[in-house]
């Protein structure tokens, strides 16, 4: 990655720490205080970076288009991954949707969906575990994507007019509102799935639609 962003920590540019921080995690034994150390600069750091860059889902290649350098990425990846599950700071992207009704927004995810990979408590501390299949999985970042549908929902109130009518809209309209929150169609997607999930709003699925085109927002 070139062009680091100055919120990036300093080390990022001392070969020799960011050599220590890519290597593998060390067995306990060897070096009790290698995986505190590193899994909390990892989580940390991709959680400042999402949240910096508004990324509210990330994938493999997401990471790696962020956290590679000098043609490294952490061998680590996976500890941080499961690390990140177990303090429920991401979710599978498959079990965020799982309880999602059927419906356009589920329309839109269910080609997306992956077996997901299965991890023991003890792949946490193997060093010789191969590193899974990340390419096949997608997550979602919590707290960010929290933040970003609460400002959709401030976005839609500073553009009601009409507290009668504006409440009922076009999705196409409330994506284009809020273009610069969520600029993919992802992202927005997953935006209205967390309104959703928080009851800010109600999908309604037109008769002529065989997905849903308008729905009532309550925010």
């Known amino acids: 990655m070139e062009n680091v962003p100055d919120f990036y920590p300093a ?79 991401i979710q599978l992207w498959a079990d965020f949707h799982s309880d999602n009704p059927q419906g356009w927004l ?18 946490l501390w193997d060093t010789s575990s191969k590193m899974p299949n990340l390419q096949d999985e997608k997550y979602v970042v919590l707290d960010i994507l929290k933040k970003s549908a609460e400002d959709v929902s401030l976005r839609h109130r500073s553009c009601i007019s009409n507290d009668t009518i504006d409440h009922v809209l076009d999705a196409s309209v409330l994506k284009q509102q809020c273009s610069d929150i969520s600029p993919s169609d992802e992202s927005f997607c997953l935006v209205l799935t967390q309104l959703r999930k928080d009851r800010k709003i109600v999908v309604k699925e037109l008769p002529e639609k065989q997905m849903v085109r308008a729905f009532s927002v309550r925010l």
């Not at 991709?46 to 990425?73: D, H, M, P």
Request: glycine share 2%; proline share 6%.
């Open 106 to 123: 589920s329309w839109t995810f269910h080609t997306l969906v992956k077996k997901p990979t299965v991890w023991t408590v003890s792949t």
């Open 11 to 89: 080390c990022w540019s001392d070969d020799e720490r960011m050599g220590a921080l890519f290597a593998a995690i060390r067995p306990i034994a060897t070096n009790p205080a290698d995986a505190p150390s590193k899994l909390k600069f990892w989580t940390d750091l991709l959680l400042l970076v999402f949240e910096r860059k508004q990324i509210t889902f990330f994938n493999y290649s997401i990471f790696c288009e962020n956290f590679r350098r000098k043609g490294r990425i952490p061998e680590c990846l996976p500890n941080v991954i499961e690390e990140l599950l177990r303090t429920k700071k």
